[in-house]
């Protein structure tokens, strides 16, 4: 399942949100605890998580190193919201999202989006389809399509290091 960048279904309601300014946005700031709070999000039809201690420390190493970012969604200082995923050439793999507020998740997938999007980069793959990525506006492509893409956008340089994004609103 992949989002073209722009593609995302941005409701009404949700850019209110958005242009409201109740969420404060930032990229790279609290990798490790928006990967914590994804494990612990409990998800339909899914016992556990397969966010293990292990799968953390990697991650964490592929942060460090500028590949794996995160972007975290903050009301008042508290961390209601957030996404985290391996850039590499034209892509994002995103790997999980969690929130504690409606709509958080969203308005972290809406500034990936955009941020995405600005700096060159070709689609997000989302991975595993369900219905509320696409709902969001994620598409199934066939197999075929998605490798010859996902072969030229690796071709791509890879946008490493701590990413920063001030929103045009």
Known sequence: LIFELGGLHV?????????SGVFEMRFDTAFEEV?????????KGQEGTWITGDMLEAYAGLHHEGYAHS???????????GLYG???GGVFFGESMFHKERDASKVAL??????????????IDSQVPNSHMMSLG???????EF??????????KTLRGRWRY???M
């Open 147 to 156: 490798l010859s893409r996902l072969e030229k956008s690796l071709e791509k």
């Open 71 to 81: 972007v975290e969604i903050y009301r008042e200082e508290e961390l209601v919201g």
């Open 138 to 144: 994620g598409k199934e492509i066939p197999r075929e």
């Open 110 to 123: 809406y500034h990936l989006d955009r941020f995405l999007a600005l700096n060159g980069f070709d689609f």
């Open 35 to 43: 990967m914590r709070l994804c494990a612990a999000t409990a998800r």
């Open 166 to 168: 001030e929103p045009e």
């Open 11 to 19: 409701s009404k309601s949700l850019m209110k949100t958005i242009k």
């Open 86 to 88: 391996v850039s590499m």
